[in-house]
């Protein structure tokens, strides 16, 4: 069965404190990895596409990685924006666009 | 421009009424779809269209009616709803849907929809 796990559940740092979230998957056939960032009680805002294993994507303080197993999501010296929930989700070869989302890991950056 | 927009923002909704979410991007994008969220959980699939054929519907009880008039837009008719199904509902595009590199999901804000 396709699965796709994130961890930790939720995160707390200070702020300019570096940190890493994790999103491991067991999938047949991926095809896409993609992180978003959901404010509450918002639509998910997209911020990384990652197709194959060593391809890593930069956006500011972010940056993502995909190995065969998981990919992180590092964040460098956070800061109280960018406190959220941060979604991965995978797509399986064939699946006409059917996202197979972890649960996500919310992130609170105290300043 | 990556925009998905969604009208209306928030809807309340008396169990015996109709009402219909809408949703419009002007991408190009041919693939669209529709998820439900509740409170602290992931969105959850529930109607992909491709090129405005309906594609998948996960299950989804019919009171919860799509459709897509065209290719900019999408709508999700509601009727006779239950209050469990009060949630965020999400709208989402993307450039095709075949499970390629170009399906990169882009959401709306969503619809907040409580049913009483």
């Known amino acids: 069965e396709d699965q796709v796990t994130q961890s930790p559940e939720a995160l707390r740092l200070q702020e300019g404190e570096s940190s890493s979230l994790n999103c491991s998957y067991t999938v047949s056939g991926l095809r896409g990895l993609f992180w978003y960032r959901q404010d509450p009680g918002k639509g998910p805002e997209f911020l990384f596409t990652l197709y194959s294993a060593g391809e890593e994507k930069e956006k500011e303080r972010l940056k993502a990685t995909l190995t065969k197993k998981e990919s992180f999501l590092h964040i460098t010296a956070p800061k109280p924006e960018d406190s959220a929930t941060y979604l991965c989700a995978v797509q399986v070869g064939g699946s006409q666009g059917n996202l197979i989302f972890g649960k996500g890991t919310k992130l609170s950056v105290k300043p | 421009d990556t925009e998905v927009t969604q009208t209306p923002k928030h809807l309340v909704m008396g169990m015996t009424n109709k009402k219909s979410l809408k949703c419009e991007q002007h991408m190009g994008h041919r693939a669209m779809y529709w998820y439900k969220q509740k409170a602290k959980k992931p969105p959850e699939l529930m109607f992909v269209y491709s090129y405005e054929k309906l594609s998948i519907n996960e299950s989804v009880p019919s009171r919860f009616s799509p459709e897509c008039p065209n290719s900019s837009l999408l709508n999700l008719h509601l009727h006779a709803l239950q209050p469990e199904d009060s949630a965020l509902y999400l709208c989402?595009?993307?450039?095709?849907?075949?499970?390629?590199?170009?399906?990169?999901?882009?959401f709306g804000p969503g619809t907040r929809l409580t049913v009483l």
């Open positions: 989402a595009s993307s450039q095709e849907a075949a499970g390629g590199i170009t399906d990169t999901q882009y």
